[in-house]
């Protein structure tokens, strides 16, 4: 089993209130392989929300929403409920939407607001990887193996 975004399972959770639906995602959620997460809502975080970026300040990563409130406490116990979840599932991985500030795999916004993208990884995804687990993109869904 892995976890998922829930966002891309259809959930509309993202911080403008929609989703990044896939539906190879939603397949693999009705055959139960996949459990769904939100960490900005694990972590108290409202829907909609303002839009949030982590910016790195003297080599620590922060969050931050678009009005300047920090917002690395609600980030960080989002990520915090998101790993206990995937260890009481014994998960095999995550699938998790790219770009974002909990769960960019590869790429997150540069903290700026302005839409630049650069190679980084989320609040969530580090803290998975951290504690030895495969986090992938929605791209990447060809290279797993699910036991059904």
């Not at 459990?35 to 922060?62: A, D, H, Q």
């Not at 951290?130 to 791209?139: E, L, Q, R």
Request: net charge positive.
């Amino acid at each position: 089993m892995y976890i998922a975004s829930a966002c891309l399972l259809g959930v509309n959770c993202k911080y403008d209130g929609q989703n990044n639906f896939n539906e190879k995602l939603y397949e693999m959620f009705k055959k139960s392989l996949l459990f769904p997460v939100c960490p900005e809502v694990l972590g108290g975080m409202t829907i909609p929300r303002s839009p949030c970026e982590i910016k790195v300040v003297n080599n620590e990563s922060y969050v931050f929403d678009i009005k300047g409130n920090n917002k690395t406490k609600e980030f960080k116990l989002g990520a915090n409920k998101v790993l206990d979840i995937a260890k009481l599932l014994n998960i095999d991985g995550a699938i998790l939407m790219d770009r974002s500030p909990s769960c960019g795999v590869n790429k997150i916004y540069d903290g700026n607001f302005n839409h630049n993208l650069i190679d980084g990884i989320g609040i969530t995804t580090k803290i998975l990887k951290d504690n030895g687990y495969s986090v992938y993109t929605i791209k990447e869904l060809n290279n797993l193996s699910f036991n059904n």
